[in-house]
Structure formats: structure tokens, C-alpha cells
């Protein structure tokens, strides 16, 4: 497994730069294809092309699809490796993207191999989707994953645990980006004050507005994490602009704040309002996992691996697809911590465990 892993991070694959992505692709391809399963990738135009694998097992029905969901891309630029190189030190594998997500798809590619190998009983056609631009918000990727899960009884997302105990991920918060774009009036500070209406400070206002919508205990916030506006001292700014991280726990919440936004007015005399962006990702409720989650946790029980549940901030495709009201769980990858960091990192003894865990539950839905 770990000589997997290491194939697939040395392939470094960020989201953005095509070429290196499909070289990665390649990878993952090739070594699906050792397998006796149906591979295919599917081209993109600009970003990495996503692969798609199918098994059906002579066990299968006719009827029914489990979806494997994950995505191989990275949000580390090509060179990475060269301070971040892949290392293997106490029980730890370390490296560009191997906690999220590339040993959530070794430990798929090695629960195929349990299955195949001991012919389980599976019941349902299995297709693997491995995408190249999660990371960047799934605009290419999103339509397929979608058609994909409608076909599906279940969704089982790779993406990695949470915290030191593994846990899954039964709830997501829907995320969200909004620019809030301020047209004032530009006029001299000292001589014509009158004249201007200030961009900077209606955008400070309406920024203040929303800072009320937060409430950390429904799990909803509103964050401005960039600002700009203005020219120079001496004139009043006739432009400002914000971009503004929105998540939410619950789907009325989202709507709730979708509403506001919609209905924000300008509050100086003068000052124009332009609202871009909202949520892009929709909440992950805990009813659409709760089903799964059950079996998971009494499967693993029966191998005597302890599982439990957590929500996570970030969203991730399993945003999409249980929003479609299709049953998913998330979370079901590495064990780890780091993602999107220096020290990113897995905990190698925890893959054959992990690997096992999604065995059983193809095996099982
Ligand atoms: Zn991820």
C-alpha cells in the first residue's frame, strides 16, 4: 500500500496545471487497470482528466450501483515534492496530498483487491470516480459526480478522517463565497467631501451588518477574509469590494442566509450594491449519513475496529451528492492530520484497517 502511495504522490497533481494532473491519472489509471475492472478516463479540456472505474461483479444483480468518490487532485504546485519530499519516518507517511486524498484511493484500489480476491458475494455494481479539481470547487467534475451518484444506492467518500481518532464524517457545512462589490462616488477629501459617497466606508458598514448573521452555535458563519478598495489619500474611494466565506450546518440556514443576502440595500445615500457568488456547496445533513454510518460502525465493530462520527467545516463532493438525497458518508479515507500543510501526513498502519472498513461495506450495501 505504501508503495502505492508513494507512486501516486510522486505524480504530483495539482489542480491547476493539466498536464502534470493527467500524468498523475496515468498513475491511478494503470494500476486499477492490474485489476479486472473497467477503466476510463474521461478527458477534460483544461483541467485533469477524471477517472472513471467500473466493476461488476458475477455476483451482482442486474439492478443497483455504489459510487466510490474521491478526487486525486492536489492543492500543491508542481515542485512541492522538492521541499515536501515523500518520507516515511515513525509510523508516518508524509507528502504532498497523501492524507488528502491519495491514500483514500490506495485503500479503495486494496478493498477491491480483498473483494476480488476472496469472492465476495458482492451484490452491486461498484463504480470508482477519482476527479482532478476538488480542490478548486468541482466545476468540471460536478455533473458527472452527480449523474453518477443519481445512479447510486449509496455514496462512500474517501476523503480523509477526522482528527487522530479516524473519525467519519457525517456532517459537512455547506460553503459558500460571496463578493460584495461597493459603487461610491470618487471626489476631493478636502475641497468637495460633500460630493462623494464613500465606497470604503458603506462596505465597512455592510460588512458590520453581516458579522451579526453569525452563530457559531448552529454551526453558521460569515467571514470577510479579503478587502479592497480605494485609490489614494486625499480622494474618497469610489470602489470597494469584499469576498466573503459563508458556511452553514443546516440547509434552512444556508437559505436563510441566501435570503439576506439577496436583500441587502446600500446604506450611505448614493452608494450601489452588487452581490456576486453565494453557496457553492450545499450542508451535508446528518440524516442523509445516518444510515451508513450505522453499518459502517457495526461492521468494523465486527472486526473489531472502533469508528466514530464527526462534522466536518469544509465541504467536499459529498456536499453534492447528499444533497441529491442520495445516502453518503464521508470521511472514509486516511488517518491523519495536515491536509493542505507542511506537515501533512498519514498514519500508515491505519490504511489496511481503513481499507477493510470499505471493503466490507461494498460487500455489505
Ligand atoms: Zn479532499
Redo the contacts with the bound molecule.
Sequence with gaps: MLETLRTFTLAESPSTEKIAADRCAEFIAAEWHKREVNVALIPQKSRGNHIRIEWKPSSAGSKGQLLVL??YDTVYATGTLEKMPFRVSAGKAYGPGVF??KA?IVQALFALDVLQQINAPVRKKIVFLWTSD??IGSESSRKLLEAEARRSDAVFVL??SLGPKGLLKTARKGVGEVELIVQGKASHAGLAPENGVNAVNELALQITKMRAWNDPHRGVTVNADMIQGGTRVNVIAERARALIDLRALRLADMRAVEKKLRALKPILPGAKLEVKGGFNRAPMERKVSAALFARAKSLAAQMRIQLGEGTAGGG?DGNFTAALGIPTLDGL?AVGDG?HSAHEHIIIRKMPERAAVIAALLANS
Design positions: 474521491g478526487h488528502d486524498m483514500g476538488e480542490e476523503e480523509p467536499s479515507g491536509a
